[in-house]
């Protein structure tokens, strides 16, 4: 079942839209009658596919060697 709340009510019951997500429903969200955003249950193929390619990213960065890049500070770090 669809739930059209305002952005306020999201912010205030943030934690009990979760768990009428969790239980399978979909929330809308509008500002000044606007949807903004919609809360839905994650579909169980996606989350298989995301860890998948999560899986897969570590994999690959824990096989490349360690490159020595010396010293550096924030502010060049930001610079580039």
Do not use: C, Y
Not at 42 to 71: C, F, T, W, Y
């Amino acid at each position: 079942m669809n739930r059209i709340v305002t952005a306020a009510e999201a912010n205030r019951d943030f934690s009990k839209l979760l768990k009428r997500v969790k239980e399978g429903d979909t929330v809308v969200i509008t500002n000044h009658g606007t949807t903004i955003a919609t809360l839905a249950p994650a579909d169980a193929d996606d989350l298989a596919a995301r860890q998948k390619a999560l899986d897969a990213l570590v994999e690959r960065l824990q096989s490349q060697p360690v490159k020595n890049i010396g010293k550096w500070t924030r502010d060049e770090a930001n610079e580039r």
